[in-house]
């Protein structure tokens, strides 16, 4: 790899040279093209490296006047012990597996000397396998687009909670062709784009707002609570990050609490839980909660939506759930209303949680429903089953001395001003 610029920003573009070396000729010398135009206009050079990651045994040495990183350069941030060269093996998912460790240790380093200004690659479905992780890897902010032909299909295995951009590359990623001419292009002109924006705000703006964050989880069913907290909360002097909580959303907070972004968490919307639970396509994992109390950071945490499991259309809730009291909320999404056997459940997996706690919790119960459908007259209205949930939950914490559990008499759907005041209680 040339040094010529070494210290100066340079985005990588990464791909299978074996078999997608026009592409990535193509797409790097579009990327290049874009910065230099966008540099004219600010005082930014970015330089751009092409970055090899092929699992076959043919060598690509170079790519036409870039800077290039060849694979065995990639491998050798793998090896281990003595190894001076990394031996891919014949089956195709272990040297993915392999490239993949190689190259996210590779882009960690280049992060690490504050070089990297941005990362695009181009793949099917096994390059974006092998190039998704590896970006995952890289923290939130840092640019970082693949153009790859499962972009419109299930996604969220390669995304995951990063800010990684899939582009649909529309046509197989199988030569130059008009399409992928189109394509390339503005995957290349949108990535530039973002690298150049990102470097003039860095320039401008502190990236630290100085500002005590916090993590909300929300619902549409729970958002006057949440918006009223917010609101508070601003006048209070702090920064609310909201997530929408449909497992991603939760999975997506825990991994910013994890990297220090957040400080303290209002979990108003705990209905992963439910989904994780019953069955349902927006679950959260067994380790809901476990990045909060292991970071010993300010919680509150209340019961927003558990009395719903979330399914995608009508037709695909399962069988055994069909005579069940159904809600659709949109063409896209069925909700389920919970039972009383079900919210049993729920309060113990919360509570098997909160129990382990070695730091402070403030747990706000409310007493006049759980979201906005769990109200006389609506859909989800079942005092016995809500009930059911709050007092279970209370009685499972009752002998934790860490866990607050005050009695609330409720003005607003889902405790607005309860929360609110034993959030900023908590958080202090």
């Known amino acids: ?7 100066s920003p340079r985005v990588f573009c990464i791909g299978t040279a074996d078999t997608k070396l026009d592409e990535l000729r193509f797409l790097s010398e579009y990327v290049r093209s874009s910065l230099n135009s966008f540099s004219n206009k600010s005082a930014f050079k970015v330089g751009v490296t092409v970055v090899d990651v092929s ?12 800077d290039f990183v060849p694979r065995k350069d990639v491998l050798s941030c793998y090896a281990r012990g003595g190894e001076s060269v990394v031996q891919l093996p014949d089956d195709r998912g272990q040297a993915i597996a392999i490239m993949n460790k190689a190259l996210e240790t590779f882009l960690r380093k280049a992060n690490g000397e504050q070089i990297l200004a941005g990362v695009i690659g181009l793949g099917g479905s096994g390059g974006t396998s092998l190039l998704s992780s590896a970006f995952r890897s890289l923290p939130i902010g840092i640019p970082k687009v693949i153009i790859s032909t499962v972009a419109s299909g299930q996604t969220e295995s390669y995304i995951g909670t990063s800010d990684l951009v899939l582009f649909p590359s529309v046509v197989d990623i199988c030569g130059i062709n008009s399409v992928s001419k189109v394509v390339l292009s503005n995957a290349g002109a949108a990535f530039a784009g973002m690298v150049v924006g990102r470097l003039e705000s860095s320039k401008e703006h502190s990236i630290t707002t100085g500002k005590f964050t916090i993590g909300v989880t929300m619902f549409g069913v729970t958002t006057p609570c949440v918006n009223a907290v917010k609101e508070r909360l601003a006048k209070e002097g702090y920064e609310t990050l909201v997530f929408h909580a449909t497992g991603v959303g ?7 609490v994890r990297g220090g972004f957040i400080q303290g968490v209002l979990d108003i919307t705990t209905t992963e839980v439910a989904d994780y639970v019953v069955g349902g396509v927006m679950a959260c994992d067994s380790s809901r909660f476990d990045a909060i109390l292991e970071k010993k950071i300010p919680l509150v945490l209340s019961v927003g939506a558990l009395d719903m499991v979330n399914f995608g259309p009508k037709t695909t809730i399962p069988p055994e759930f069909q005579q069940r009291k159904i809600h659709e909320h949109n063409e896209q999404v069925s909700l389920m209303r919970t039972t009383v056997g079900e919210n049993k459940k729920f309060a113990a997996f919360i509570a098997e949680k909160l129990n382990k706690a070695s730091s402070s919790v403030c747990v706000c119960l409310p007493e006049k429903g759980v979201s906005a459908l769990d109200a006389p007259g609506k859909d989800f209205y079942d005092p016995e089953a809500t009930s059911c949930l709050t007092h279970e939950l209370q009685m499972l914490l009752e002998n934790n001395e860490r866990c607050q559990v005050p009695q609330l008499f409720v003005r607003k759907r889902m405790a607005a001003y309860d929360v609110t005041f034993h959030c900023k209680t908590q958080l202090r």
């Open 1 to 7: 790899m040339a040094t010529a610029q070494s210290d």
């Open 250 to 256: 939760g999975r997506a907070m825990e991994d910013l």
């Open 55 to 66: 699992t076959s045994l043919k060598e690509t040495n170079s790519c036409a006047d870039f």
